[in-house]
């Protein structure tokens, strides 16, 4: 459908238009009219003081027609006037003989008016018939050429389109205050809407729009209310889920724990504990992985939930990753190490959000080494946010998995059990509602992968960080 | 462990209460259970503890009131909140309302009795004579290390060094506080002979479960590794 602009423009501005150019083509034709009966007065008038002449001299003058005949016609418009005096027969008496004598001619004191043309040139004639006192009676034609009726008729029009110009020129500057003015709260509304952002369950402020738009707000927020209610259970039914699962699996741990200690169980049965052990522990990590989806999904839907902003000192939680990672890498035989740390990068990101990204980032740059290598971490300040860059020198992803990596359990190579390929995906979304960036790309060595996250820091840096007890 | 460890175990799951119970006791800690808030706070008028272990999902009264009341009392009890509720911004809460730590459901009992310990030690107020990491222990009263029960060996620089790192468990020691704590000795150390020590160390602490991890950038780093 098209804009309310333009249907606004379209059944204001056309109407007028059509309006505007019926009434100048009937404008058009009664100027037309003006001119000619201006014209056609004049014709008759000097038609007039010739015949009455004729008639007082009782006959033609060797002067020829009196001058007042023609200073009627004095005008800026060069117009030529000829005229010709006939007797009732049609024997030309006085004038030019290139005056055409008239088709039909008037009666006493009617005269008629005709177009003609003299040596070429369009005119308009007026025979004007005039009684002799002898009895007999002549026939005075006046003929003007029709340069002044043009320019007479020309300025008229002109005058009329003017006038219909302002008008139009006027409603349309009406139009456009109209579009600023009326349409701007319709405006500010959808823009408000616009401006929200994706998911949001955040509801619309009925105060600052016009009347007209309440029972689209109102049936945005009850749309609103539905969905959140739904989404509430949802997140209820899987927070009593996680709850239980965990209570579940801590007593499992705690069963599992109580059996290794036992020194009654032979080797292989600590082994197969063990195993079960790690499996509890794949599970647990699942369980919080969705929870932190979930978390992700619902700061997203209820940003207001989040105040204060919160700060967060970047290099410290990269620092306390890289020791709690420590072990796994040495088990891997990996040399990991921060290479670049700028301290004074603080976010506004909650801790536990950053924490996260970190470390499944190194967890991953470490688990997927197919051999000894090194993952080096870098902190830095690139203008005005932050990069977390992280290299490895293991064997990358293909840029043919680069794009479908963030996925939700996708993983680029199937064959490796023990990752669930939701990682990657958590990064990406915690960087999406975070307002980062990340990108995967071949690190400048031409092996392995580097990860760069960029995100925003924090506007006021006096801002403390948020520092959790460990 | 030379004196039996009163602690109060507020967990509504009887499952889980009990087994962790026995995984307490078997480390020596003296158990008392409570299967609801009211029940502990009954017993909390009457009994002392050295720690609390709280759930925070009780039934008639929860873990977080149960706490404010604590702390209302002036009660400075340690309290260790043992929680399947996971969200960062509680336990940011719970701390502020005066729990000392936080351990998510599931953990490993290991990792459990370890914040324990150091829960008791900052209460006791004295650094405990004790402290390890995996089978290294060391005796700060004897001055002696031990792998597993077996006594480890080593030069008074070395064991400087591996003091240092041992204090600091779990986390980086940079090489200039590493070299510092080598100043007691009235020796002056180039970070060349510093490595030397950690070799040396490295070497008679191999296949012991323990190990002093390089992590470039920030420093020296002693872990429990798998053997």
Not at chain 1, 2 to 23: C, G, T
Not at chain 2, 193 to 200: C, G, S
Request: with cysteine; aromatic share 6%; charged share 25%.
């Amino acid at each position: 459908m098209p804009s309310l602009k333009s249907r606004l423009a379209a059944w204001v501005f056309l109407p007028m238009l059509i309006f505007s150019a019926i009434d100048l083509v009937v404008t058009y034709r009664s100027t037309d009219r003006v001119a000619t009966e201006v014209q056609r007065q004049l014709l008759k008038g000097s038609a007039r003081i010739i015949a009455e002449q004729i008639a007082a001299d009782d006959g033609v003058s060797a002067a020829g027609a009196p001058p007042a005949a023609f200073e009627l016609f004095a005008d800026k418009n060069q117009d030529r006037v000829f005229y010709a005096v006939r007797s009732a027969t049609g024997r030309l008496i006085d004038g030019d003989a290139a005056l055409a004598p008239p088709q039909q001619a008037g009666q006493g004191d009617q005269e008629v008016y005709f177009r003609s043309r003299v040596r070429g040139e369009p005119v308009r004639v007026v025979a004007y018939a005039q009684e002799l006192r002898d009895g007999g009676h002549i026939t005075v034609e006046v003929a003007q050429t029709m340069r002044g009726h043009a320019a007479f008729r020309k300025r008229l029009f002109l005058i009329t389109a003017r006038e219909h110009l302002i008008l139009l020129a006027l409603v349309l500057a009406g139009l456009v205050v109209a579009f600023r003015w009326m349409l701007r709260p319709l405006m500010e509304f959808s823009e408000r809407v616009a401006r929200r952002q994706p998911g949001s369950l955040e509801q619309l402020d009925a105060d600052a729009v016009p009347r007209e738009l309440l029972p689209v707000i109102a049936a945005l927020n009850g749309y609103v209310v539905r969905l959140d209610r739904t989404v509430s259970a949802y997140e209820r039914f899987v927070a009593s889920t996680a709850h239980h699962l965990r209570t579940s699996f801590a007593i499992l741990t705690s069963q599992l724990n109580y059996g290794m200690r036992d020194e009654r169980i032979p080797p292989e049965q600590k082994a197969l504990l063990a195993a079960m052990q790690n499996t509890t522990m794949q599970g647990t990590k699942v369980i919080n992985q969705l929870l932190i989806l979930a978390s992700i999904e619902q700061g997203r839907q209820h940003p207001a939930r989040e105040l204060p902003p919160p700060a967060s000192a970047l290099n410290d939680i990269v620092t306390s990753v890289i020791e709690e990672l420590a072990p796994l890498a040495q088990r891997y035989d990996v040399e990991l190490g921060l290479d670049a740390a700028d301290d004074g990068l603080v976010l506004a990101a909650p801790s536990h959000l950053l924490r996260e990204i970190t470390f499944n980032l190194i967890d991953n740059a470490i688990k997927h080494m197919d051999g000894p290598g090194s993952v080096s971490v870098q902190v830095q300040r690139v203008e005005d946010r932050a990069l977390l860059r992280i290299v490895d020198t293991g064997p990358g992803i293909a840029p043919q998995h680069r794009d479908r990596v963030f996925e939700r359990f996708y993983r680029a190579d199937p064959a490796k059990q023990n990752s669930f390929g939701l990682g990657l995906s958590i990064v990406k979304e915690i960087c999406d509602s975070l307002h980062g960036d990340i990108q995967l790309c071949t690190s400048a060595r031409g092996r392995g992968l580097q990860v760069d996250v960029r995100l925003p820091l924090v506007a006021d840096t006096s801002a403390q960080p948020q520092t959790l007890a460990s | 462990m030379i004196l039996r460890m009163k602690l109060l175990l507020t967990e509504d799951n009887r499952d889980l209460s009990a087994w962790l119970t026995r995984l307490l006791n078997q480390s020596g800690y003296a158990v008392e259970q409570a299967f609801s808030g009211e029940e502990a706070d009954l017993l909390l008028r009457t009994q002392t503890y050295d720690a609390i272990l709280l759930d925070l999902t009780l039934p008639l009264l929860s873990g977080q009131t149960l706490l404010r009341r604590l702390r209302n009392q002036d009660n400075g009890v340690p309290v260790l909140i043992i929680s399947a509720q996971d969200s960062l911004q509680d336990i940011v809460e719970h701390l502020n309302l005066g729990a000392d730590d936080y351990l998510a459901k599931p953990f490993d009992i290991q990792e459990l009795e370890a914040r324990l310990r150091s829960l008791l030690r900052r209460s006791s107020g004295k650094a405990s004579p004790m402290v390890s990491c995996g089978n290294l222990h060391y005796d700060s009263n004897s001055k002696i290390f031990r792998i597993r029960d077996q006594i480890l060996q080593v030069t008074p620089r070395e064991h400087a060094v591996l003091e240092a790192l041992l204090r600091k468990v779990g986390k980086t020691v940079s090489k200039q506080d590493l070299a510092d704590s080598l100043v007691i000795l009235n020796d002056m150390v180039t970070p060349k002979a510093l490595e030397v020590y950690i070799v040396r160390l490295r070497k008679k602490l191999e296949n012991s479960g323990v190990a002093i991890i390089t992590l470039r950038g920030l420093g020296y780093m002693l872990s429990a590794v798998e053997a």
